[in-house]
């Protein structure tokens, strides 16, 4: 299997914290993107990084990738109940290997 | 902008029974759009991609006989589960993309199969 394994699986803290996730994967990528899921819902894209970037922001989220080491990690920064979800990062190999192959996915839990 | 629906959200069938999962986007044109299959706290696994005008391309172990994907149009790709089994309860999720040069694909809410 071609899928990458993100952790932790869980993660529960309290509001106002921060959540860092991570993410792994096997084979050369074109670009990774961060998703969030709400419980039986369909996906929302967070932020997209490229093979050749090292580091993105979009408001409280901060997206590091270090493809030598084939991974990513997500920052969800001073966080609030709502972004209670699962997170999952999803790559592409590019044109000619367009499909995203997605991670295990780590669920969050923010504590009030 | 980018918004993609499904329908219906949530449909309950006997065993034997097909049922078709429409997905559409809503305020562009999507030339590829995408099937997922996604089981209890577990993550999403393509089934197949779909390009308007020409045959589904399937993944490895996915039966096309039995998951009829059409991409008509440029807004609208149907599923449809044949001679549905309980084993084929699942979120199925669909999303879609504007064109080969844009990478982001945008998701559809879901739709939750039950098969009695």
């Known amino acids: 299997s071609q899928q990458g394994e993100e952790d932790p699986q869980a993660l529960s803290i309290q509001e106002g914290e921060n959540a860092t996730m991570n993410c792994s994967y096997k084979t050369s990528i074109n670009n990774l993107q961060w998703y969030r899921q709400n419980s039986g819902r369909g996906l929302v894209h967070l932020i997209l990084i490229r093979s050749n970037e090292r580091e993105k922001h979009s408001g409280r989220l901060r997206v590091t990738l270090d493809t030598s080491k084939k991974s990513s990690s997500l920052l969800i920064t001073a966080s609030r109940a709502a972004d209670t979800a699962s997170y999952f990062c999803a790559t592409d190999g590019g044109f000619g290997n367009e499909k995203l192959t997605f991670g295990t996915g780590t669920r969050l839990t923010i504590i009030p | 902008g980018a918004v993609v629906s499904q329908h219906p959200s949530w449909v309950i069938c006997k065993s034997g029974t097909s049922v078709k999962i429409e997905c559409r986007s809503l305020d562009f044109q999507a030339t590829t759009m995408f099937w997922y299959r996604q089981f209890p706290k577990q993550s999403l696994m393509l089934m197949a991609t779909s390009n308007e005008g020409s045959k589904a391309t399937y993944e490895q172990g996915v039966e096309k006989d039995k998951f009829l994907i059409n991409h008509a149009s440029l807004t609208l790709s149907t599923l449809t589960v044949t001679s549905a089994h309980p084993e084929d309860s699942s979120f199925y999720i669909c999303?879609?993309?504007?064109?080969?040069?844009?990478?982001?694909?945008?998701f559809g809410p879901g739709t939750r199969l039950l098969v009695l």
């Open positions: 999303s879609a993309r504007r064109d080969r040069g844009y990478e982001t694909q945008y």
